[in-house]
Structure formats: structure tokens, C-alpha cells
């Protein structure tokens, strides 16, 4: 990547961006559906997103299992449809590709993203619960040296492992680390990340929030740590919730923007619950996140973006009462929507 075009990106990602975590649209016979998956890739894009990330938990991880092989058909079909699609907008569009298991495994899922021009690699690190500080910052330096990299904090839930403020502090020092997505659902571990780059005293790491259930508390909190020291912003998400109602988290993200630096208004704390509340209906906290992924695929399968809501297990499906409480947030809180945006392009996107 050319100097000019790494610092345009940089740039972009520190400007705050709206990346929606990309799902897996599938036949009933669960293969790809490359015409929806194309679909997903350009409503994100017309939507205004800043980025799209790939081969992450929306898309499920199982995408890398043999028999179904399609892990590299995934991520080249995002990348290019990004490449083939006009843009309104001439900033970057960051292609962001998930990485996960051991240190070889995420090394060469590093090499298959650079081989297919993604800019970044979003590090999982869950396929290491015994790990020691010492030895996730050796596998995040060996990644780091292939692309650079988005650090993640998933939370346990769906997968993720407990990493303190010392592995934070630590990662900071990684010279290619460019990024970090904030997603343990914890306040405390979320005030680790934070704390930790602060102590750093580097400026040019991008904090993102994944925490879907405290989107707007993370976008607007000021991190600052002792008196009278400079805050640190979460300045956008990479985030399952946005995946669904794309453009109107951008017209949300931009509200958010042109707050910062003024006194907020107290309506702020309505749309945080509306905003939590249908997350919670999405994502299925009633039943421990276990219909996340197929909440998702309801929302866009209503608005006809998906055919249905089939995941690679046949398994995993909406929980019982999901589809209502869906229908109950979707009606209460239009605001949060954008299907008459997506009804105006959905032909387009398809075609």
C-alpha cells in the first residue's frame, strides 16, 4: 500500500466510520447466494457505510470449515463487489477481513485476505482461552506482520476470552496496530481498552465500539482518566447492529459527530434505550445472544434482502418469541429503520 493511500485510510478509520459486521446470505439448501451476498456488499455501500467487515461472527466462523469451503469465496466476492460499485463518496472503503484461531491458522488468514486486497485483519482471539499475555502479543506481532491489524475484544458469550488492561497496554505498543473494536458488553473491561491506549499516549489508534448494547454511551462518553487530561473518543462501530438499518446508523453517527464538543441533550438517553432495546430483540439477549445471527438475517429478510434466515447450522435459528419481539422494536422505534431506503434501491442491488 502506497504511503498517500495508508495515511488516507488511517485518516478514515480515525474520522469514525460506520462498518457493518457483513452476514452470510444463503439458499434454503444453505450454499451461497452470491446474488444477495453481492446485494448486502452494495446496500452497505450506497447506505454510506465507511467499511464492511468480513469473515467475522456475523458471517459465521463456520465458513472456514471444510465442508463448506467458503472461507476465500466469502471475502473475494465482498472485495470484489466493493471494487465493481460506484460510489457517491470519494473517501475510502475499508475492507476488513476476520481472522481467528492459532497463530499459523490466523497468520494464513492474514495471506488470504492481503492476497485479495483487504486492508486490515480484524484479530479474534478466542481460539487461545490459555494463552498468556506474553503469548498473544507474540501471535498479534506475527499477524501484524502480514496486514495490519483491527484489535478485538469479543466478548465471551459468542466466543471471545478475557484479556486485562496489561495484554491492552501491551498491544498498544504494536506499531501496525491501527484499530481496536471494543465489544466485551462489560463497562469495566470496556474502560480497560480505553485506559490502556490512553496510557500509551498514542493518538493514532481508532477505537470502534462493538458493544451492541451500549452503542451510544460508547460514541459519546469523553475517556479521559485523571483531571484535566485529554479524553479519548470511541469514534465509531464495527458492529452486528449495524449490519441491519445501515442507513440510519450513518445519519446516526453523523448526529453524534456534530455533538461532540457541546452540551448533550437529555434526548440522547431516549434514543440510547430505544437503541439497546431493539438491539436486545435482534441479537436475542433473552436467550443469551443465541439467536443473534439469525435476528439479523429476520431484519434483512423482511426488508427482502435476504430469502430467509438459514445459517450454515441448521441449528441455529430464531428463538422462541424472537420473530414477535423483532416486530414489537421495529414498530416502536421507526426512526432506527431504513426500509423505504432500502425499498427505493433493493431492485438495483439485486440486479
Known sequence: MAASDQAALRAHLLAGQVIPAHPLALTANRTLDERRQRALTRYYMDAGAGGVAVGVHTTQFAIRRPEHGLHRPVLELAADTARAWPRASASPFILVAGAIGDTRQAVA?????ASLGYDMVLLGLGALPHASDAELIAHCRAVAEVLPV???????????????????????????????????????????????????????IALYTGNDDSILPDLLTPFSFADGAPAYHV????????????HSAVSLLDRVRASRGGPLSSAWLDESVHLTDANGAIFDARHAFAGCIPGIHEVLRRQGLLAGTWCLDPDECLSPGQAEEITRVSAAYPGLTDDAFVAEHLDVWLG
Not at 496489561?166 to 458488553?185: L, Q, T
Not at 469514534?235 to 445501515?246: E, F, M, P
Request: aromatic share 16%.
Open 109 to 113: 488468514e492474514a495471506g488470504v485476505a
Open 150 to 204: 483491527f484489535g478485538f475484544y469479543l466478548q465471551p458469550a459468542v466466543g471471545g476470552r478475557v484479556l486485562g488492561y496489561d495484554f491492552w497496554r501491551a498491544f498498544a505498543e504494536i506499531e501496525r496496530v491501527w484499530a481496536i473494536k471494543i465489544a466485551p458488553f462489560n463497562r469495566y473491561q470496556t474502560l480497560d481498552v480505553v485506559r490502556a491506549v490512553s496510557d500509551s499516549g498514542r493518538v493514532d
Open 235 to 246: 469514534v465509531g462501530g464495527l458492529l452486528g447492529q449495524w449490519a441491519v438499518w445501515t
